[in-house]
């Protein structure tokens, strides 16, 4: 064989090996971005349902299924949808607590009154808790804090422009939106506010109120009066 036809045939052979790997390549980038859209898709899933389980959101966030630079994407937006998914889920926590329904029911206002202590210490601890945690999450809602997660791990344009496309309902949320969350928050504290309003009325006024079964009894009808106003600020809220 002559010389130039052993080097066109090497050369033909690298060439082959070269579309090949490049094929390959091409097909593995399709198929890791392809797994991370699914990993999104099924975190959607598990968080659309009001019940939805936390513990299967955490191992689904904490599982890393691509590799290389997907795998720098996968766990930025997975971080980030972990630490949004946790304060939203500490919250619906907060706002589902019994104890913030029972304060007002006589069975509370003869164990805990006249001075109601732990009815206090709670509403003063709920309060401070809530407040934390919808400065926590409006945070999450802002595209710096967003984008932080990502500009952590890598400074790869392609990289970015990914993980903004996984998490773009949250990187575009609406003003509107933002307004809806907070206002929905703040309609809780105000309710926590007038509980404690009805607390220290309750305490300025002990030894002129008693519990008789499920009904709470005063010494006046002004007392009734500024009672039933407390309770109709709850009612409208």
Same mark, same amino acid.
């Given at each position: 064989?002559?010389?130039?036809?052993?080097?066109?045939?090497?050369? &033909?052979?690298?060439?082959?090996?070269?579309?090949?790997?490049?094929?390959?390549?091409?097909?593995?980038?399709?198929?890791?971005?392809?797994?991370?859209?699914?990993?999104?898709?099924?975190?959607?899933?598990?968080?659309?349902?009001?019940?939805?389980?936390?513990?299967?959101?955490?191992?689904?966030?904490?599982?890393?299924?691509?590799?290389?630079?997907?795998?720098?994407?996968?766990?930025?937006?997975?971080?980030?949808?972990?630490?949004?998914?946790?304060?939203?889920?500490?919250?619906?926590?907060?706002?589902?607590?019994?104890?913030?329904?029972?304060?007002?029911?006589?069975?509370?206002?003869?164990?805990?009154?006249?001075?109601?202590?732990?009815?206090?210490?709670?509403?003063?601890?709920?309060?401070?808790?809530?407040?934390?945690?919808?400065?926590?999450?409006?945070?999450?809602?802002?595209?710096?804090?967003?984008?932080?997660?990502?500009?952590?791990?890598?400074?790869?344009?392609?990289?970015?422009?990914?993980?903004?496309?996984?998490?773009?309902?949250?990187?575009?949320?609406?003003?509107?939106?933002?307004?809806?969350?907070?206002?929905?928050?703040?309609?809780?504290?105000?309710?926590?506010?007038?509980?404690?309003?009805?607390?220290?009325?309750?305490?300025?006024?002990?030894?002129?109120?008693?519990?008789?079964?499920?009904?709470?009894?005063?010494?006046?009808?002004?007392?009734?009066?500024?009672?039933? &106003?407390?309770?109709?600020?709850?009612?409208?809220?």
């Amino acid at each position: 064989m002559k010389k130039g036809v052993k080097i066109a045939i090497f050369l &033909g052979i690298i060439i082959f090996i070269i579309v090949i790997a490049g094929g390959y390549f091409f097909i593995n980038d399709k198929m890791q971005k392809a797994k991370i859209i699914e990993e999104f898709a099924q975190i959607e899933e598990l968080t659309k349902s009001e019940d939805f389980n936390m513990d299967a959101l955490n191992e689904k966030t904490s599982t890393i299924v691509t590799k290389g630079k997907y795998a720098t994407v996968e766990k930025a937006a997975k971080n980030y949808a972990s630490d949004l998914f946790n304060t939203a889920y500490n919250i619906r926590t907060l706002l589902e607590d019994e104890k913030m329904a029972q304060l007002l029911m006589a069975s509370n206002y003869e164990q805990d009154g006249p001075d109601f202590v732990e009815s206090k210490k709670y509403l003063n601890e709920t309060k401070q808790k809530l407040e934390e945690k919808k400065a926590e999450m409006l945070s999450y809602l802002e595209e710096s804090k967003i984008n932080s997660y990502i500009e952590t791990e890598t400074a790869d344009r392609y990289s970015t422009d990914l993980y903004k496309q996984l998490l773009r309902e949250d990187v575009e949320i609406s003003e509107k939106e933002r307004n809806e969350l907070e206002k929905s928050i703040e309609k809780v504290e105000s309710m926590l506010k007038i509980e404690e309003e009805i607390i220290d009325f309750l305490v300025e006024n002990k030894g002129q109120w008693k519990v008789q079964g499920e009904q709470i009894l005063f010494n006046s009808n002004s007392l009734v009066i500024t009672y039933n &106003g407390f309770l109709t600020k709850l009612r409208i809220l």
